[in-house]
T-cell receptor, first 116, second 117 residues
């Protein structure tokens, strides 16, 4: 089955700095890679996602890059703010269609702390 | 509120008791997922439905766990003879699968926190 590794487990930055979180996956059939942000005691919320037919996607201060050959993808947050502090999870999924193509396999999470 | 909802939000039970959780997906979402999350870990897949059909169950899912989605709308997750190791956050998610090219984006509910004493 799929295995997703996420690094680092904790990341501490100063406000205004950039933060980068990296994930690797094992299943070459995976082609959808979302990132979720989870604040303490709250539900995971999708912040950005990427499909395998593109190499990079950007949404304001957040970007995700994907290297299918190396099987890794990264989350980049620029101009970090204290409200970015949360746990971030990467995930991978096979494409839609077929009975086994629904579940997300998550990384272990990264605790991001942005100091004012 | 048009998001995924779960009930109850918290459940404390004694070991050996049965518990049942409910999930109401986003309206018209045809897929519904159950995940379990323990402290410091990412959500772990348990099972999922497309409409009323249960398409996949995790091999890690004990026989004490059962899930249903009888009319293709809300779903229930039952745990029989609870054990202390069942203590976790149980998350539900839903998505709309519109075709083979669909990203099938999953939206999560707030979760039910189970504590087994």
């Amino acid at each position: 089955g799929e295995n997703v590794e996420q690094h680092p487990s904790t990341l501490s930055v100063q406000e205004g700095d950039s933060a980068v979180i990296k994930c690797t996956y094992s299943d070459s059939a995976s082609n959808y890679f979302p990132w979720y942000k989870q604040e303490l005691g709250k539900r995971p919320q999708l912040i950005i996602d990427i499909r395998s037919n593109v190499g990079e996607k950007k949404d304001q201060r957040i970007a995700v890059t994907l290297n299918k050959t190396a099987k890794h993808f990264s989350l980049h947050i620029t101009e970090t703010q204290p409200e970015d502090s949360a746990v971030y999870f990467c995930a991978a999924k096979r494409r839609a269609g077929g009975t086994s193509y629904g579940k997300l396999t998550f990384g272990q999470g990264t605790i991001l702390t942005v100091h004012p | 509120d048009t998001g995924v909802s779960q009930d109850p939000r918290h459940k404390i039970t004694k070991r050996g008791q049965n518990v049942t959780f409910r999930c109401d997906p986003i309206s018209e979402h045809n897929r519904l997922y159950w995940y379990r999350q323990t402290l410091g870990q990412g959500p772990e897949f348990l099972t999922y439905f497309q409409n009323e059909a249960q398409l996949e169950k995790s091999r890690l899912l004990s026989d004490r766990f059962s899930a249903e989605r009888p009319k293709g709308s809300f779903s229930t997750l039952e745990i029989q003879r609870t054990e202390q190791g069942d203590s976790a956050m149980y998350l539900c998610a839903s998505s709309e699968l519109t075709g083979l090219s669909s990203t099938d984006t999953q939206y999560f509910g707030p979760g039910t926190r189970l504590t087994v004493l």
